[in-house]
């Protein structure tokens, strides 16, 4: 599936809830549903500065793919991070970079967050998206 369609898939899902709390609680069980992140990998290179709770992302490239795996200590912000690993993880670095993240001002999720929240969302995205730039930058050499 490609990027856009995983978006369009999220924004259907968030859909059907009027209410913000039973879209919190859908954070909330997506970021339930995330494997856990092996403890190895929960290290201070791969914790994502500008997040008022921890978060970890690791990302790991898989036949020019780039695969990522995170965990965070706070029920919300997992179910965050757990949104935008669904919607771009297993794509190539540029198809990361070009990419237009719609769906997160499409279910509302950045005016329903906090200040902190929301500036840890753009904190997540942003990492995404060097790590998406590191892996480029070695296919170039």
């Known amino acids: 599936m490609s990027i856009n369609e995983l978006q369009d898939e999220v924004i259907a899902e968030f859909s059907d809830f009027d209410d913000w709390m039973d879209r919190y609680q ?3 069980d997506l970021g339930n549903e995330q494997e856990p992140l092996e403890e190895k990998y929960k290290t201070e290179q791969n914790l994502i500065e500008g997040c008022q709770s921890r978060v970890w992302l690791q990302a790991d490239e ?6 990522f795996k995170a965990e965070s200590d706070a029920l919300i912000v997992k179910g965050i ?4 690993i669904k919607v771009l993880s297993g794509h190539t670095p540029d ?4 990419t237009d993240l719609y769906f997160i ?3 509302g999720l950045k005016e329903h967050l906090s200040p902190t929240r929301s500036n840890g969302l753009l904190s997540m995205v942003k990492q995404i998206r060097m790590y998406a730039l590191a ?3 070695k296919e170039g050499k």
């Open 62 to 67: 898989v036949d020019g793919k780039i695969v």
């Open 105 to 107: 001002d499409k279910i």
């Open 81 to 84: 991070i757990a949104l935008l």
């Open 135 to 137: 892996f480029k930058a």
């Open 95 to 98: 198809e990361i970079l070009n």
């Open 26 to 28: 859908l954070l909330i």
